[in-house]
């Protein structure tokens, strides 16, 4: 199967542009080499001469009623895999073919569909009415079949491949344009000539995919593997109600659930449990963890809070348990030199994280600015690792906040000044410390300019942190120490 348009088909499906089906030019755009280019395009647009890799100005001069989306390739990987997914319908041997295509070992499943012929109408014609381009045909060879999917006229190897041009033979573009050169436009011609001749001129790749598309080598199908599934699940012979009862069954499928995460080397970040009811009601306990696990021990007392607020009515005869969220989690040397770590405090916040949302448990983080607001960044602690020690070439305030104006003149610090309705008095005072705005950031609060940053020790205890700006004479204060 060849999927000419799988991009735009994507795209056309799934937003209100796909109502009027082809009858107006649609493309993909992404940018490349400093402009931005068609990635794909519809049969409507190809009508009115635009091409992928054209630029997306001369599109729209030829075309100004084209409608664009930007292309996701990502998505369109995704998309493709769904499909190979699908086509295990017709066999179990599936697999990729680059970015837009897919390849089917049909080889004894023909006859669940009466024949070869009616298998490929049948794929064409559920395809078609999913709004997809497709090109199918089969062939003894895979060489053959995508030569016939791509250059065909026909769905059939049969009719023979000598016809065909040489790109058919999935070559690279500097061995076709110098084939081409020399006369050699079609794979007959290339075949009637003696096979030392070939591999001495162009190379073994050229007769390697002659071979390849004739039988003469074997060329297998990588088919996907299917992803590991982490779930386990119990039936009861009699139904239970005490969450004490619930937790034994829970601590049995977690003890088979980290086994096949463990195999994996995967950790759980996320868990599922549901209970199924006798009266057919099902109720879920969602677990979501700071870090990933593969602990039973750990990860069972976290389950306490969830089960115990479980309404188990006439009781619960079936448990599943499932890992819907899981990462990478390699194995760890341990040894005489490597420092204990307490998991502790990742199980605090798993706590904490399941009642108020882990994205609302954060920690600071430092960044690399010497500017005093910039120089840390917050990031939620459940997916982030706390990281130091904290390189400050000048102690810095516990507290930091927008900076407040004081009333003082010169360039030295005020001796006696009011804040926040306190009259204060300067014992001692620390610096200057000049610190310059990063010019290559936009930023109004330092539009000011430079600033000089002195600490500031008070009478009546306060210890501030404030600053002058020389270019426009002010002073402001923006922290307070311990």
Wanted: net charge positive.
């Amino acid at each position: 199967m060849w999927f000419p348009r799988l991009p735009s088909d994507r795209v056309l499906r799934a937003c209100a542009i796909g109502a009027a089906g082809d009858s107006r030019p649609f493309v993909l755009t992404h940018h490349e080499k400093n402009t931005d280019r068609i990635y794909c395009l519809n049969r409507a647009a190809e009508a009115r001469g635009l091409h992928r890799g054209m630029g997306v100005s001369d599109a729209r001069a030829y075309c100004p009623d084209m409608q664009s989306r930007p292309a996701t390739p990502q998505a369109d990987a995704r998309f493709l895999q769904m499909l190979a997914r699908w086509s295990k319908r017709y066999c179990p041997w599936v697999g990729l073919d680059g970015t837009d295509g897919l390849m089917l070992n049909i080889a004894g499943a023909e006859h669940l569909f009466n024949g070869e012929a009616a298998m490929l109408d049948d794929m064409r014609h559920r395809l078609e009415r999913a709004g997809l381009s497709v090109q199918i045909a089969a062939a003894e060879t895979r060489g053959a079949a995508w030569a016939l999917t791509h250059y065909g006229a026909t769905t059939r190897a049969s009719e023979g491949l000598t016809s065909l041009p040489v790109a058919a033979l999935r070559l690279d573009a500097k061995s076709d344009t110098a084939l081409q050169r020399l006369g050699l436009r079609t794979i007959g011609d290339l075949m009637a000539l003696p096979r030392a001749t070939i591999a001495r001129r162009f190379g073994p790749d050229v007769t390697l995919r002659l071979d390849q598309a004739m039988g003469a080598r074997d060329e297998v199908i990588s088919p996907l593997t299917e992803p590991p599934h982490y779930g386990v699940r119990m039936t009861l012979p009699e139904p239970i109600g005490l969450s004490g009862d619930v937790m034994a069954g829970t601590a049995r499928l977690l003890e088979r659930l980290c086994a096949k995460l463990k195999d994996q080397d995967m950790g759980a970040r996320r868990l599922q449990l549901s209970l199924r009811l006798v009266d057919q009601g099902t109720q879920q306990i969602e677990l979501r963890l700071a870090a990933p696990m593969r602990d039973a021990t750990r990860i069972l007392p976290l389950f306490e809070r969830g089960v115990g607020a479980v309404d188990a009515g006439f009781g619960i005869d079936h448990l599943r348990l499932e890992a819907t969220q899981v990462e990478r989690l390699l194995q760890t040397q341990i040894t005489s030199a490597t420092p204990s770590r307490s998991d502790g405090l990742e199980d605090l916040i798993t706590r904490l994280g399941n009642r108020i949302g882990l994205e609302n448990i954060q920690r600071f983080l430092p960044a690399d600015s010497h500017i005093p607001e910039r120089s840390f960044q917050i990031a939620p602690a459940a997916y982030s690792t706390a990281q130091g020690p904290w390189v400050t070439l000048r102690p810095r305030p516990l507290r930091l906040f927008a900076p407040e104006a004081i009333t003082a003149t010169g360039p030295r610090p005020p001796r006696h000044f009011r804040w926040r309705r306190m009259a204060l008095t300067t014992r001692r005072s620390t610096g200057p410390e000049r610190i310059a705005p990063e010019w290559w950031l936009p930023d109004d609060n330092w539009r000011s300019g430079l600033r000089d940053y002195w600490k500031l020790d008070t009478a009546q205890g306060r210890r501030l942190w404030v600053f002058y700006t020389p270019q426009n004479p002010g002073w402001f204060v923006q922290g307070e120490f311990a």
